[in-house]
Structure formats: C-alpha cells, structure tokens
C-alpha cells in the first residue's frame, strides 16, 4: 500500500496568513494527488485532482503543487470559512485508494 | 445537482449483517463509478469498496475483502453495501462517493453524501 504522511497534523493561523501544508507518498504517485477540506460532522469536499486542478467552484486562493513524492496544498490568504481539516488522498492506480491523516487549521 | 443520501446504518452486534444504501441524484447515476468510504470516530478517512459504472469491476480495500459486497441497481440510481461479519472496528460513519470519470475510473471523489453511522457494539 501507498503511504501518505501529511504535515504538520495541525497548525494555527491567522484570517489573512499564508498557510501550506504537505503531503508525503511512500513511492511516487505521478501528481495522482487529490485535496479534499472537511469540516467537523460534515462530509469532505473536493478542493483539488490531478495536484494542481482546481475543483469548479473552488476559490482561486486553495492552490496545489508537487512531483514524483511530495505535494503541497497552498491557501494564499486564509479566510474564516477555510478553519477546517485537510487531507490527501493517492490515486495512483495501486490499491487501495490511501489518505493522509489530516491537517486541522485552527484560528491563531 | 448532485445529491446523495445514505440510509441503513445503525447499531449491530459483532457477527452481524447490514445492507447499507446510497440513492444519487442529480446526475447521470450509470455511467460513473461509486464508492464506499469511511471514518472511524476521531479518525482519519479509509477508502471501502468502489464498483465500476457497469458493474463490470468491484475492488475492496483489505480490511473488508470477503465480508463486505458492493453493488449497484442503475434502474433505481441506488448504490449498495453488503456487511457481513461485522467486527467492533467496523464502527464508522460510511459515505458514499462519486467517481468524476464519466464512463471510467478517476479513483478520487467528486462528490460526497453526508454519511450514515454503523457502531458494532454487543
């Protein structure tokens, strides 16, 4: 199975920071890198696919980047809505389908 | 728009059975693959089962293999889980989830219901 280790487990912020969190593959995955926010008692949301596509409907300040093992969500100027769990998922067409552990964005 | 709804969860003693379903809306049901997933409580998120648009291939992740079953009724846009022998970590909220590859594979989620509870409890 593909392991993905994501960092930090959390983190604190302020309305209007800069935050970046990462994701770590076991082996390449070849950007087969999805993003997805969940907030609690919610189900999560699609943010972005392929590392770097946009989801429709997603604001333009959630941003992906990354190759062969190491990807990194990007928020460009946090607002309130965006206090919330992120997590990775691989599709690297190995299964099963893995996610990482999650990076809870809290207000500062 | 796209909508699902999850029913059948609920609470069962270790050994049992429960059919979980998935009815989807809003979108053209048979021509994308679905999947199952879910979140133990306070934990992190583990793919399930996923069953092809035309049925034509179902996976399982390990932790399920030979106990759960995954199926589809496309006449009644409705999405199944079979769950048999039934252990206490089996405990979880399972979704339902879209596939975003329109008569193929993208093995990510599009879409998301907003879950139904299963706690395996004596």
């Known amino acids: 199975d593909i392991q993905m280790t994501q960092s930090p487990s959390s983190l604190s912020a302020s309305v209007g920071d800069r935050v970046t969190i990462t994701c770590r593959a076991s082996q390449g995955i070849s950007n087969s890198l999805a993003w997805y926010q969940q907030k609690p008692g919610k189900a999560p949301k699609l943010l972005l696919y392929?590392?770097?596509r946009l989801e429709s409907g997603v604001p333009s300040r959630f941003s992906g980047s990354g190759s062969g093992t190491d990807y990194t969500l990007t928020i460009s100027s946090l607002h309130p809505e965006d206090f919330a769990t992120y997590l990775c998922q691989q599709y690297y067409g190995i299964l099963p389908l893995t996610f990482g552990g999650g990076t809870k964005v809290e207000i500062k | 728009q796209v909508q699902l709804v999850e029913s059948g969860g609920g609470v069962v003693q270790p050994g049992g059975s429960l059919r979980l379903s998935c009815a989807a809306s809003?979108?053209?049901?048979?021509?994308?693959?679905m999947h199952w997933v879910r979140q133990a409580p306070g934990r992190g998120l583990e793919w399930v089962a996923f069953?092809?648009?035309?049925?034509?291939?179902?996976y399982y992740g390990d932790s399920v293999k030979g106990r759960f079953t995954i199926s589809r009724d496309n006449s009644k846009n409705t999405l199944y889980l079979q769950m048999n022998s039934l252990r206490a970590e089996d405990t979880a909220v399972y979704y339902c989830?879209?596939?975003?590859?329109?008569?193929?594979?993208?093995?990510?989620?599009?879409?998301w219901g907003q879950g139904t509870l299963v706690t395996v409890s004596s």
């Open positions: 809003g979108f053209t049901f048979g021509s994308y693959g």
């Open positions: 392929a590392a770097s």
């Open positions: 989830a879209k596939d975003p590859l329109y008569g193929g594979s993208g093995y990510y989620f599009d879409y």
């Open positions: 069953i092809r648009y035309d049925e034509t291939n179902r």
